[in-house]
Structure formats: structure tokens, C-alpha cells
């Protein structure tokens, strides 16, 4: 394990088994420099345990990034429990884990990812308070979707306002791939304020809703990517802009929600020297992370997560700016400032 590259010099990495229940988790922590470490959990069902520790470790240094980038008073960290979300959950299972996070004391939150829902998290909830997006409770703060497509529709935005000089919409061309949580949410704001948009999803119904209510033009889902537009924004899955993809390209912008957009970082180097800026993924999506910050602060307050929402937006500012200046992609830019914000706390 330590010889990963992933293991980035996490703190501490946690194996939790509970025979009762056949719970199998990993926790893992890469940073509490900046605060408690904060990350969702996800369950999946893992081909071996090697894949799911290479999973928990990617994921819980990205939640360090993206932590650090989004100016919250929290570290990385992130769990991954091995099984089937159709058919393996009970209550108890996630009573167990529930147990499992209340022996870290505080060192690592939870909330929901991939294969989770709120309604999971009630039941390790009640095991321990160190969980965060509910739907019930003082500072329950829901869905964090609305807020993450706001700082996508922001970052989009600031985008355009670098490669054309106004932030103008008015006009402007977008295609996006994914049309669910914050898909929808960005495609309503884009087309409000006047784009012309191009929309791609395998869930058809939804689809063909959202071009009712927006006007939107669908277009197939192996072709969104490559529609000769401003910009493409990317809100469904990771590692599509690959060795394959890149060069079939045909905007200037790629700026979308979505996690892992770049199958490795020097796909970063390879949509810079093409000359298309793109928003780092892990700054632009952190609305939902804030949104739950809020909640884990105990006390959830709006305008608090407006003003983080602002600081995220000249954050991505920075990362264009500096990567502008120094001819460096704008991915290695956001690492660098991550850790430097990681390393400086730490003091
Ligand atoms: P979601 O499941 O609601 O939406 C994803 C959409 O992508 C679905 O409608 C799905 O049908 C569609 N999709 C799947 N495969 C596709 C394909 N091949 N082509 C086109 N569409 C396809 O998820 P979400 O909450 O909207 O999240 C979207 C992305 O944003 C994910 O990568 C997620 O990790 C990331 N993200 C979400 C949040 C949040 O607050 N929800 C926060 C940060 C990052």
C-alpha cells in the first residue's frame, strides 16, 4: 500500500470488517491538516480488495484537493464500503459503519456517494453524529446538487469571460453531456441566460423533459463531445476526455461538474498545448462540498455557502490566471495550489 502512488502520504488508512453484518469498509484519511477530514462514501462492488483500497486512497487525496481549493475548514477523506448497492444494504450494515466512523472520534465525516442515499446515511447516523447530508435534522442540508451546478453555471461563465473577453452567455455555444442532478440544474441557467445548448443523456425521458422545458437541442450521446461549440461541459461521467477523445475535441472550454474528467493528468498538458482552457474538475464542482461543509459546521447558513461559492469563483480565476502566465495547464496549476494550501497549514 504505501507504494501506491495514490497513497500520497495519507495519515492514516482504516480496514473495518463486522462479521455480523459482512460490513467490509475502508476509511481513508489523507489530510486533517486544514480540519477533520470530509468525504462521501461509496459502495461498490469491488473485482478484489486491491481495487477498492486503489479506490479509497484516489478519492480521499482528491477530497483533500478539492477541500482545500473550495477554502473550507476541512481535510480529505473518504470511504468506500465493498458490496452491491441493489441487493447487499441493510439497515444494519450501515449501523456498522456507522460504528466505524464514531471510532475515528471526529476525525472523518461522511455523507453520500456513489451507490448511497440520504436515507442510508439516517441509519449510520444514528451510531454516530460524524455524518453529513441529510435529509432530516437541525442542519440537514439536502441535496448539494443546486449548489454544485450554480458554481458550474459560475465557472462556465468565468470561462468564457477568459476566452472571449466577456462573460456575455448571450449567444454562446455549450454542449453538455449528462443531464441528471447537476446536469439539468446547469442546462436551465446556460438557456435562461440566453446559450444555445446541446444536450446528451442515456435516460431519454429525462432527456427529452429537459429540451421541452428549455429549448435545448438533443443531440446523440457518442457525439456531444465533439460538437463544434464554445464549450463543452462535461456533467455524467469520469475519464472522457482520453487519449481517444482529445483529439476529436472541437470547442475551446471544457467546464462541467463531473468528477475525474481527466482520464490522467497529462491529458491536462495535452488540452492546453490545443489551446482549450479547461476548469479543473475538482475546483468547479465544489458548491456540493460546500453545501455539506455547511452542515457538518453545525449550523447551516446560506449566506455562508454564497460567500464560499464567490472565493471559489476567484479561486478558478487564480488557477486561469496563473496558468495563463506561466504556460502551465490549468490542472497542474490547481494540484500545485492545493498542496501548497495543504502544506501551509500544516505550517
Ligand atoms: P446523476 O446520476 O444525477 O446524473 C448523471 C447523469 O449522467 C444521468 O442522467 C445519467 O443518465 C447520465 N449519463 C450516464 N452515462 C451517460 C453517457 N454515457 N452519456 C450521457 N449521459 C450519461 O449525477 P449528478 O449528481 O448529476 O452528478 C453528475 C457528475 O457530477 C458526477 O460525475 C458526479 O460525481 C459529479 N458531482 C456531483 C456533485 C453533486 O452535488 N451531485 C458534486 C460534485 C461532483
Given at each position: 500500500?504505501?507504494?501506491?502512488?495514490?497513497?500520497?502520504?495519507?495519515?492514516?488508512?482504516?480496514?473495518?470488517?463486522?462479521?455480523?453484518?459482512?460490513?467490509?469498509?475502508?476509511?481513508?484519511?489523507?489530510?486533517?491538516?486544514?480540519?477533520?477530514?470530509?468525504?462521501?462514501?461509496?459502495?461498490?462492488?469491488?473485482?478484489?480488495?486491491?481495487?477498492?483500497?486503489?479506490?479509497?486512497?484516489?478519492?480521499?487525496?482528491?477530497?483533500?484537493?478539492?477541500?482545500?481549493?473550495?477554502?473550507?475548514?476541512?481535510?480529505?477523506?473518504?470511504?468506500?464500503?465493498?458490496?452491491?448497492?441493489?441487493?447487499d444494504?441493510?439497515?444494519?450494515?450501515?449501523?456498522?459503519?456507522?460504528?466505524?466512523?464514531?471510532?475515528?472520534?471526529?476525525?472523518?465525516?461522511?455523507?453520500?456517494?456513489?451507490?448511497?442515499?440520504?436515507?442510508?446515511?439516517?441509519?449510520?447516523?444514528?451510531?454516530t453524529?460524524?455524518?453529513?447530508?441529510?435529509?432530516?435534522?437541525?442542519?440537514?442540508?439536502?441535496?448539494?446538487?443546486?449548489?454544485?451546478?450554480?458554481?458550474?453555471?459560475?465557472?462556465?461563465?468565468a470561462?468564457?469571460?477568459?476566452?472571449?473577453?466577456?462573460?456575455?452567455?448571450?449567444?454562446?455555444?455549450?454542449?453538455?453531456?449528462?443531464?441528471?442532478?447537476?446536469?439539468?440544474?446547469?442546462?436551465?441557467k446556460?438557456?435562461?441566460?440566453?446559450?444555445?445548448?446541446?444536450?446528451?443523456?442515456?435516460?431519454?425521458?429525462?432527456?427529452?423533459?429537459?429540451?421541452?422545458?428549455?429549448?435545448?437541442?438533443?443531440?446523440?450521446?457518442?457525439?456531444?463531445?465533439?460538437?463544434?461549440?464554445?464549450?463543452?461541459?462535461?456533467?455524467?461521467?469520469?475519464?472522457?476526455?482520453?487519449?481517444?477523445?482529445?483529439?476529436?475535441?472541437?470547442?475551446?472550454?471544457?467546464?462541467?461538474?463531473?468528477?475525474?474528467?481527466?482520464?490522467?493528468?497529462?491529458?491536462?498538458?495535452?488540452?492546453?498545448?490545443?489551446?482549450?482552457?479547461?476548469?479543473?474538475?475538482?475546483v468547479?464542482?465544489?458548491?456540493?462540498?460546500i453545501?455539506?461543509?455547511?452542515?457538518?459546521?453545525?449550523?447551516?447558513?446560506?449566506?455562508?455557502?454564497?460567500?464560499?461559492?464567490?472565493?471559489?469563483?476567484?479561486?478558478?480565476?487564480?488557477?486561469f490566471?496563473?496558468?495563463?502566465?506561466?504556460?502551465?495547464?490549468?490542472?497542474?496549476?490547481?494540484?500545485?495550489?492545493?498542496?501548497?494550501?495543504?502544506?501551509?497549514?500544516?505550517?
Open positions: 500500500m504505501f507504494d501506491l502512488p495514490s497513497f500520497d502520504a495519507h495519515e492514516g488508512v482504516h480496514a473495518f470488517h463486522d462479521e455480523a453484518t459482512g460490513l467490509r469498509a475502508i476509511i481513508a484519511i489523507h489530510s486533517t491538516a486544514l480540519g477533520p477530514a470530509a468525504g462521501g462514501c461509496r459502495m461498490w462492488d469491488y473485482a478484489d480488495s486491491q481495487l477498492m483500497m486503489r479506490d479509497a486512497l484516489r478519492l480521499s487525496q482528491g477530497m483533500s484537493f478539492k477541500n482545500a481549493m473550495a477554502d473550507l475548514p476541512l481535510g480529505g477523506g473518504k470511504a468506500v464500503i465493498w458490496g452491491n448497492s441493489k441487493t444494504k441493510t439497515p444494519d450494515l450501515f449501523r456498522a459503519f456507522g460504528r466505524a466512523i464514531e471510532s475515528l472520534q471526529g476525525k472523518y465525516w461522511t455523507a453520500e456517494d456513489v451507490g448511497l442515499s440520504p436515507k442510508d446515511l439516517a441509519y449510520s447516523r444514528e451510531e453524529r460524524y455524518v453529513a447530508g441529510l435529509d432530516e435534522g437541525q442542519a440537514a442540508s439536502g441535496d448539494p446538487s443546486p449548489v454544485t451546478a450554480e458554481g458550474v453555471y459560475r465557472g462556465i461563465r470561462a468564457v469571460n477568459v476566452v472571449f473577453g466577456s462573460d456575455d452567455l448571450d449567444g454562446r455555444t455549450v454542449a453538455v453531456q449528462g443531464v441528471g442532478h447537476v446536469g439539468a440544474d446547469v442546462v436551465r446556460l438557456c435562461a441566460a440566453g446559450a444555445e445548448v446541446m444536450i446528451a443523456d442515456i435516460a431519454e425521458q429525462e432527456l427529452r423533459a429537459l429540451s421541452d422545458e428549455t429549448g435545448a437541442k438533443i443531440v446523440p450521446t457518442d457525439e456531444i463531445l465533439f460538437q463544434n461549440v464554445d464549450v463543452v461541459s462535461p456533467n455524467a461521467l469520469g475519464g472522457i476526455i482520453n487519449e481517444v477523445s482529445i483529439g476529436k475535441l472541437n470547442c475551446q472550454i471544457v467546464a462541467g461538474g463531473a468528477n475525474n474528467q481527466l482520464y490522467a493528468p497529462d491529458m491536462g498538458d495535452a488540452l492546453h498545448q490545443r489551446g482549450i482552457l479547461y476548469a479543473p474538475d475538482y468547479i464542482n465544489g458548491g456540493g462540498i453545501n455539506v461543509a455547511a452542515e457538518i459546521s453545525g449550523n447551516y447558513d446560506r449566506s455562508w455557502v454564497d460567500a464560499k461559492l464567490d472565493r471559489l469563483g476567484e479561486t478558478l480565476k487564480e488557477v490566471d496563473r496558468s495563463k502566465q506561466s504556460d502551465i495547464a490549468t490542472n497542474r496549476i490547481a494540484d500545485d495550489m492545493a498542496r501548497s494550501r495543504i502544506a501551509a497549514a500544516k505550517g
